[in-house]
């Protein structure tokens, strides 16, 4: 499948991480599952994804309202990135951006643009071999307002020294979509891991 990307040249490529770069979301809903079992919590496969981009510390947050538990934030976050740590070995890139990766890299500059924490990323990006691909990284620690809000973006786009309409994002959430329109920049959306199987 190759990703039909809008018309002109840009003058940086913004990559969200998981789903775009890695194909981690699968990995990220079995650390997710066994995680919130401990604490009898379920967490629907569909919310999961509608949530991609979402802090992990926020989802368990939303969990816990909305489930009327009161699961320790921090205890569940750390559980849960320790367990996707341990399913590592299993990351595979998504083949129709690492193209993209290859192509430019060198050409423009790149930044990761993640709800991820930062130690996340490194992990899955250093697990790929991509890591010194990017320019920076802009991840959940490093912003106020998690996506749909374009903050994330326009920092990445800071970084890089590159106006925002000049940016490029990919994204594989609908969220990611708005941030990136949010702050005026283009975008191209990835599939999810079950459109990509139905599209080949």
């Known amino acids: 499948m190759k990703l039909k990307l809008p018309q002109g040249s840009f003058g940086a490529y913004l990559f ?12 990220h809903y079995i650390a997710w599952k066994k995680a919130l079992a401990e604490w009898n919590c379920e967490f629907d496969e569909k919310l999961f994804y509608t949530w991609g981009g979402t802090p992990v510390v926020e989802i368990v947050s939303t969990l816990n309202k909305r489930q009327g538990l009161s699961m320790p934030v921090d205890v569940v976050a750390r559980r ?36 991820s924490t930062r130690q996340s990323v490194t992990e899955s990006l250093r697990s790929l071999g991509l890591l010194d691909r990017f320019d920076a990284l802009v991840c959940a620690e490093g912003y106020d307002k998690s996506k749909l809000d374009p903050e994330a973006f326009l920092l990445a786009g800071a970084r890089l020294r590159v106006p925002p309409n000049t940016c490029l994002v990919f ?24 459109e990509r199987v139905s599209a080949n």
């Open 80 to 115: 849960k990135e320790s367990l996707y740590y341990e399913l590592l070995p299993q990351l595979k890139p998504v083949p129709e951006v690492l193209e993209h990766i290859e192509a430019q890299h060198g050409q423009i500059p790149f930044a990761v643009v993640s709800g």
């Open 16 to 27: 969200d991480c998981d789903g775009t770069i890695a194909d981690s979301m699968p990995l």
């Open 171 to 194: 994204e594989d959430t609908e969220m990611g979509i708005q941030a990136a329109t949010a702050a005026g920049m283009a975008s191209v959306k990835i599939l999810q891991p079950w």
